[in-house]
């Protein structure tokens, strides 16, 4: 198998950028994230529950979700079995503002 270039990998421009030889961070281009700006949300959760909403929340703001910490604390609260997923789905309908 051949190498391939620098200039032929996905992502090599951002490759100077990123520190470590890390790709490309989302939360360097939105400022800082839900995690610092609301640390006590994620205080109590199991690894297992931590991980659960870290991954949801990513995979809604790569969406172009931009969270609030009221979603967050509803999430949590689905991941610690506070409600159900149905009680969850049907607070953030009754909470959406339509734009």
Not at 51 to 68: C, F
Request: glycine share 8%.
């Amino acid at each position: 198998m051949r190498t391939r270039p620098d200039w032929e990998l996905p992502f090599a421009h951002c490759r100077e950028r990123a520190p470590q030889g890390r790709i490309c961070f989302i939360n360097e281009l939105s400022g800082p994230s839900w995690k610092e700006r609301w640390p006590d949300l994620l205080d109590g959760l199991t690894g297992g529950e931590r991980r659960a909403v870290i991954i949801a929340v990513a995979d809604n703001v790569l969406e172009g979700w931009e969270p609030e910490r009221a979603d967050i604390e509803a999430l949590v609260d689905v991941v610690c079995g506070k409600c159900t997923m149905a009680e969850y789905i049907e607070r953030v309908r009754r909470d959406f503002v339509f734009p």
